[in-house]
Every structure is written in C-alpha cells, then in structure tokens.
C-alpha cells in the first residue's frame, strides 16, 4: 500500500483554507452608525400586506424566532409605544446553474473547419434568503438591516424548515447591537 504524504506547506495551506471557510459568516448587517442602539427597549412586528390577513407558516416561524431573539437582547414588545418596527420580508432570486460537461468536436483542414458542441445543461435554481429590518418610529428610518445568506428551499421538510429559521435569525441577532 502506496502512503500519500502532503508537504507541510500543502498541509498549512489547507488548514488555512478550512479555517478561513468555517469563519465566512452566513449573515450580513448593515446599520446606522449613528443610531443610539441602547435606547430601543421595545417592539412591534410589521407584517407584510400578504401576511396581514393570514399568517404563513414560515411568517409564523420568523415571528417567533424574531421573538425569542428579540428576548435575548432585552428588548420586549409593545403594539403601541414601541421604539422599533421590526419588518421582515422573504426575498426570491434565482440564479443559473450549469449541470454536467459540454463537449466539443472539430475537424478543420487549409481555410474550412467543422465542429460540434453540445453545451451543458442549464437550470434555473429559485432561492429564498429572510431579511430582516429594523425601523426606528421615532423618524421611521432604517437602523439595522440583516440578510441571511442560507437558501430556504421549498423540498425542506417542517422541522428543518423552523430549525433552519431559528438559526438564521439568531445568527442575525448575535450581531446586535453592532
């Protein structure tokens, strides 16, 4: 049996590599840095036209995560004299996405040439990524504004679904105050 052995600065390189992937975050903040964080002790969720006359399954599963993570940081709700608007919305993108090789053929000879392709397949790939903000009511401006860059996907079974939600958004949440 033929031992492959790496050289040690094969072996540094990818350990680098793997530690610089395991510390790529899976959330993006934006904020005001001029906004006073400490002051906001309370909240009320906005809901969305769609969501107002009947709550979705996954508004249902943001709102109680937003909740808790909102309990974590000390900031409790008030429908009325509440300091913040926390909104959330579910944004849809797609993008293309290339399945397989394409190959290629050619015969050339002097001034002409023939060739064949069959190029790749290509799908469309639908994804689903939570942005959460939140809205000072004082001058109804945005203070701070979360993307989670994990993929929603509608195959996902409901308890991978609310578990996948609760992590996004206390990923988010871990991030406030900035």
Same mark, same amino acid.
């Given at each position: ?19 610089? #992937?395991? +510390? ?13 964080? +400490? ?19 996954? $508004?249902?599963?943001?709102?109680? /995560? ?5 309990? $974590? ?8 004299? /509440? ?5 959330? +919305?579910?944004?849809?993108?797609? !993008? ?20 064949? /392709? ?9 994804? !689903?990524? #939570? ?6 009511? +004082? ?6 504004? /979360? ?16 578990? #996948? ?14």
């Amino acid at each position: 049996m033929t031992r492959i052995s790496l050289c040690p600065r094969l072996k540094w390189t990818s350990l680098m590599l793997c530690l610089a #992937l395991a +510390a790529c975050s899976t959330v993006r903040i934006d904020y005001d840095a001029g906004a006073s964080f +400490a002051s906001f002790a309370t909240y009320r969720i906005e809901r969305s036209a769609a969501d107002a006359q009947a709550l979705s399954l996954d $508004a249902a599963r943001i709102e109680n /995560a937003l909740t808790a993570a909102l309990h $974590a940081k000390h900031i409790s709700p008030s429908p009325h004299e /509440a300091a913040l608007i926390v909104r959330y +919305a579910i944004e849809e993108r797609s !993008r293309l996405e290339s399945t397989g090789l394409g190959l290629g053929f050619g015969l050339g000879a002097g001034r002409s040439a023939f060739g064949l /392709a069959n190029p790749p397949d290509i799908r469309e790939v639908k994804e !689903r990524r #939570l942005v959460v903000e939140l809205i000072s009511t +004082a001058d109804r401006k945005v203070i701070w504004r /979360a993307i989670g860059e994990r993929t929603l996907s509608e195959g996902m079974a409901p308890d991978k679904r609310e578990t #996948l939600i609760r992590k996004i958004v206390t990923e988010m949440f871990e991030k406030y105050p900035p």
